[in-house]
């Protein structure tokens, strides 16, 4: 990986010639809570003071311009005796500005399952081969946990990735020559010996300034130690089975795909929908037969997968710590709370 | 127009009203890029809002509105022994609508309000499913043509339809809408089912569950969780009685 240093003023020029011939998404404040918080969503900008990259979270992740929430994955046409199939999954570049590291190790994760040898992903692929990833660091929000599930330092899977430091500047890691490419459009300089050291010091503050922790120690065994656990019933018995976890998760990527026929019949359409493990239907086959007919069942799988079934494929839990799901449920199931929570009962 | 090289059964169909605003009506002539197949698919033999024709030998009743008066059970009535098959579509067909309100007060007096001193028969509101079986249910206020649509193809050919279960917050997520909790609002998008693709909370209001329940509504969680962001007891109770959908579970 290369280093440089980057001033913010050169920092807002580099952004403004991605827009010049780019979509851009980055985090915008899209309004307040009743508390007064503000609310971010990854959207698109047209000019760099859009941008608050100041931001602690976003509702959702950027996970919708990877993986869409609704995507045609073929479309038909339908003659007197024979049918034509179109497929395209050609997509205009994009850049995506001021993902955090947790996001960026949710594509990684995404990659695992999408560009693996076997079945890879065409869809997922162009879309994250076409877009320009820009990370920066952040200090650690109040409900962010991604240390505990190592999802909080990112050494691939960027273009840029920017890290403040003193002067108004960021230590800048480039990981791909199109991130190099672009980092020549403007002005930036080699680190030196105190950058260096600047960068060590602000990686440090915030390693430091995490406020909530999970104790993830041997989870992928304790929860099937805890498969019969009271837990499940009782954070189960809360859950309001409206799929706003998976939704706004930036790693849940189970999907359903249906047809659907133009009114006039000469057309049809093959649809993918993302999905939610804690929706009622999710495990309903053909037959009528429901494998997780009931609210806790789907709950604790849904934290199977993100922490033992995920880890048994991919020697990694699906979970970056983001704890967007957490944030998001009316009902307040987090994975803090609910982990912690297993952790209690595996002592007692 | 043949379809997987099966000509089209294009079925005799009747769209009818009772007491209601014929929003639903007017939702079937709407969308007018689609119109002409949606009409071309059918044999529309009554439809006041697309046809002069009066005939009654229809296969297909599509019910609008609920049933509040007595001569009004009586033509439903008639209605199942001709129709093959009855779709009740719209939130009065499919729970009594906005007008099912009434059965909260002593008949005398809704008649006395609405109607002075010319009083008008009248009876308490019902769905169409409480006087006669129903085939299929597409709710809301007003139903969503592309639902309309789907349904009307799986008549005329078969094709599958596979409506939503689950609730509207999953389509909020997906449209990128900022939850109306989070803007210190009652919404009823947790307990009531999708398909509608969530337009009220997108545009600024909180869901008044047109639709009724999705297939597995956790009320005691829904209710506890709005009452703890400070929404009473009848406000909340006054919401989910709007439409008539969570008749019976309203606390």
Redesign the interface.
Known sequence: MLFKTLAKSEFQKLVEAILATNEVIGPKQ??S??DGRP?H?Y?PITSFAELDLGYETT??SAK?YFLP??ETLSSFR?G??DWEQQIRYRIQPRAIIGLHACDINALLKLDRVFERDNFPSPYYISRRRNTFIVGIDHMPGERCFCRSVGADVVTHGFDLFLTEIVGDRYVVAIDSDRGFNTLNLVKSEALTEEDTQEYVAARKRIAAGFKTKVDADNLPNLLDLEFDSPVWKQWG????????CA??CPTCYCYGV?EK??????EGQKEKK?H?CN???FALVAGGHNFRPN?QSRLKYRYYHQHRGFVEAYDQPKCVGCNRCGH?C???INPPDVISDLQVEERQ | MRYLGIEPKRPKIAVVDFTCCEGCELQLANKEETLGPFLGALQVVNFREVSSEKREDYEIALIEGAVSRADETDRLRRIRKQAKVVVAFGSCACYGGVHRMKNAYSLAAANREVYGDKPKDTDLVRPVKEIIPVDLEIPGCPVNKEEVERIVQHLVMEVPYNFPVYPVCVECKQRFTVCRYDLGELCLGPITRAGCGAPCPAGGLGCWGCRGPDADPNYEEFIASAKKRGFGEREIKERMSFFGGFEGVVP
């Open positions: 899209v309004g809570r009743v609310i969503q959207l509702e959702l919708t929430f609704q339908f007197e005796s018995n809360k859950c309001l089975s409206c799929g706003s939704m706004s249906s026929v133009s009114m006039d019949f000469s993302l939610s929706l009622v239907d609210r998001v009316l009902a307040g």
